[in-house]
T-cell receptor
Framework: GENVEQHPSTLSVQEGDSAVIKCTYS??????FPWYKQELGKRPQLIID?????GEKKDQRIAVTLNKTAKHFSLHITETQPEDSAVYFC??????????FGTGTSLTVIP | GAGVSQSPRYKVAKRGQDVALRCDPI?????LFWYQQALGQGPEFLTY????????KSGLPSDRFFAERPEGSVSTLKIQRTQQEDSAVYLC??????????FGPGTRLTVT
C-alpha cells in the first residue's frame, strides 16, 4: 500500500517567517493530496489540497506544491502567525478512497 | 450547515467491555470513513462506506471491530471485548465525492 513520510516532526519559527513542511509518497497512482491542520483536542481541518494534474496551488498565505516525478509535495505557510501553531498532516489518496496520512508536524510560531 | 458530529466525545471502558461509537455525517454526503488516531500519530484508515454499502474494511484491525451504516447516513463503529491497545481517538469523516473529507471531533476511547 501507500507509504507517506513527513518531515520535520517539529518546527519552530518566528512570527512573520515562513514555514515549509515536506512529504513524500510511494504509490505513483496517488492523485489527490490534502493537508490538514489539527489543534490540540480538535478535529483535523482541511486547509488546502492539490490534485495530480496541477503543480502548485495557493490560498492566501498557504500554498502547496507537487512534484509527481519525485513523488513529493510540500506545504508552505508565509507570514506565520501564532494562530498557525498546530499539528499539520499531509495525506495521499491512491486509486481507492482512503487517505494515507503522514505522521504529522508540530508547528510552533513564536510571537 | 452542521458539520460531522460524533458521540460520545469520551468513553472509558473496562477491558472486555463492548463499546459503540456513533457518527452523524454531513447531510447529503454519500461517503463515510472511520479512522483510528493513536497519540502523536496521523489517522489510520479503518473502513469506508458509500451510502449503506461497506466497500472497504481492510483497515479494521481484528474481527472485534464492526461498522455499519444501515440507512446510508448515521454510522456506528462497534468494538467488542475491548483491549488496552484499542485506546485511541476514533475519527469519522464524510465526503460528497471521493476527495474532500471533513472530519468529526472524534471519540477518545480509553480502555482500562
Amino acid at each position: 500500500g501507500e507509504n507517506v513520510e513527513q518531515h520535520p516532526s517539529t518546527l519552530s519559527v518566528q512570527e512573520g517567517d515562513s514555514a515549509v513542511i515536506k512529504c513524500t509518497y510511494s504509490d505513483s497512482a496517488s492523485n489527490y493530496f490534502p493537508w490538514y491542520k489539527q489543534e490540540l483536542g480538535k478535529r483535523p481541518q482541511l486547509i488546502i489540497d492539490i490534485r495530480s494534474n496541477v503543480g502548485e496551488k495557493k490560498d492566501q498565505r498557504i500554498a502547496v506544491t507537487l512534484n509527481k516525478t519525485a513523488k513529493h509535495f510540500s506545504l508552505h505557510i508565509t507570514e506565520t502567525q501564532p494562530e498557525d501553531s498546530a499539528v499539520y498532516f499531509c495525506a495521499a489518496q491512491p486509486t481507492g478512497n482512503q487517505f494515507y496520512f503522514g505522521t504529522g508536524t508540530s508547528l510552533t510560531v513564536i510571537p | 450547515g452542521a458539520g460531522v458530529s460524533q458521540s460520545p466525545r469520551y468513553k472509558v471502558a473496562k477491558r472486555g467491555q463492548d463499546v459503540a461509537l456513533r457518527c452523524d455525517p454531513i447531510s447529503g454526503h454519500v461517503s463515510l470513513f472511520w479512522y483510528q488516531q493513536a497519540l502523536g500519530q496521523g489517522p489510520e484508515f479503518l473502513t469506508y462506506f458509500q451510502n449503506e454499502a461497506q466497500l472497504d474494511k481492510s483497515g479494521l484491525p481484528s474481527d472485534r471491530f464492526f461498522a455499519e451504516r444501515p440507512e446510508g447516513s448515521v454510522s456506528t463503529l462497534k468494538i467488542q471485548r475491548t483491549q488496552q491497545e484499542d485506546s485511541a481517538v476514533y475519527l469519522c469523516a464524510s465526503s460528497f465525492n471521493r476527495f474532500e473529507q471533513y472530519f468529526g471531533p472524534g471519540t477518545r476511547l480509553t480502555v482500562t
